[in-house]
């Protein structure tokens, strides 16, 4: 069982930064993929990030260029930094665990997720 904690959201204007971040507790982190998804209000849950045990990566459209995702075993954490923020990019943003290594855009690919924490960014 992995608990999960996101934290580092918060208001922004657009093309500020931010760096989100999600600390683990349960579980062998190293072993699972983790995923970064978002949720605007009124819209379905939708994939941002993901970074394999090995580190490979995937991206969004919407996210490649502007965010990078990456993790720190020793730490036991997942992170989001995000530059070049929009308007569009509001939303919450929900850290998520798997034990697989495929299929990581699809939110059923997860098992585990943390509470959110809320991106705005104003015009």
């Known amino acids: 069982q992995v608990q999960l904690v996101e934290s580092g959201g918060g208001l922004v204007q657009a093309g500020d930064s931010l760096r989100l971040s999600c600390g683990a507790s349960g579980g062998t982190f190293g072993t699972y993929a983790l995923g970064w998804f978002r949720q605007a209000p009124g819209k379905e849950r939708e994939f941002v990030a993901a970074i394999t045990r090995s580190a490979t990566i995937y991206y969004a459209d919407s996210a490649k260029g502007r965010f990078t995702i990456s993790r720190d075993n020793a730490k036991k954490s997942v992170y989001l930094q995000m530059n070049s923020l929009r308007p569009e990019d509001t939303a919450v943003y929900y850290c998520?665990?798997?034990?697989?290594?495929?299929?990581?855009?699809?939110?059923?690919?997860?098992?585990?997720w943390g509470q959110g924490t809320q991106v705005t960014v104003s015009s």
């Open positions: 998520a665990a798997t034990v697989q290594a495929y299929g990581l855009r699809a939110i059923s690919a997860y098992d585990y």
